[in-house]
Structures are given as C-alpha cells and as structure tokens.
C-alpha cells in the first residue's frame, strides 16, 4: 500500500462555499446559502463524500441539491483524483472526480475543475476543517 498524505487523512465537515464566473463575479453558493458536507479520507486510500442544500425547504422553484459518491482516491499533494465505484448520481460510477486541493490556516480547500450549471460556467471552491483525525 502507498503511503498517504497525513493532511488530507480524516473526516472534514463543510464550512463554506462560493462559486464564481469566468469573470470573477459571485454566483449564488454552490448547495445553497446553508450547505452541508462531509468528506472521510482514510488511510487504507477509500473515501466518501456526502454533499447537500442543507436548508429545512428550499424555495419552490427550486431543486434541492444533493451529490455523495465514494471511492478509492489518490493525494499528491496537490491534486485529489476519486476513482468513483458508488454514487448517487449512476453516470459518476466508474468515472474520475478531480479536485485542486490546497491548505490554509487549517483548513483544506477543494475546487473542482470549472464546470457548466444553469447555463454558465462556475468555478468552485469548497471549504473543510477536520472534525475527527
């Protein structure tokens, strides 16, 4: 078994999120203004994610969101790569998740790469602290 980079290693709840445009402009967070997330890495290289709008009712015109896949996942120190074998959305399965990953003040971000939602292009970032080792 490789060795894993101890800073990922852990469970991490969501603290934040934002998205972006290609200009630079803020959209409307992505999950929603009360996202809720948690991300497991373990040492034997699995990990687990579950994402959602955590508000009690999102609006009626709109969909709550809701994303959790698991998988076998390698660290380089800058770069998360899940190999995905469980998901709640079925064409994830089998695929890869890439995440940009960078640590700040004991915190850990992830970004996925740029992506096309609601008709525009988005940059995220989401934002983790580790609540159990």
């Keep these: 078994m490789t060795s894993i980079d101890p800073r990922i290693l852990g469970t991490w709840r969501m603290t934040g999120t934002v998205g972006r445009d290609d200009q630079g402009n803020l959209l409307s967070p992505p999950f929603g203004p009360q996202a809720m997330g948690l991300v497991v890495f373990q040492p034997d290289g699995r990990m687990m994610s579950v994402l959602c ?35 709640s959305d079925p064409s994830r399965v089998g695929g ?36 159990a080792g």
């Excluded at 009690?56 to 709550?64: K, S």
């Excluded at 003040?105 to 609601?118: D, I, S, Y």
């Design 53 to 87: 709008d955590g508000r009690l009712a999102p609006p009626p015109n709109e969909t709550r969101q809701f994303m959790a896949y698991a998988g076998t996942y390698t660290f380089d120190g800058n770069t998360l790569t899940t190999t995905v074998d469980a998901a």
């Design 96 to 131: 890869e998740q890439v995440r940009a990953v960078r640590f700040e003040g004991g915190k850990m971000m992830l970004a996925p790469p740029r992506r096309l939602w609601a008709g525009v292009m988005q940059h995220q970032e989401l934002t983790w602290e580790r609540i």
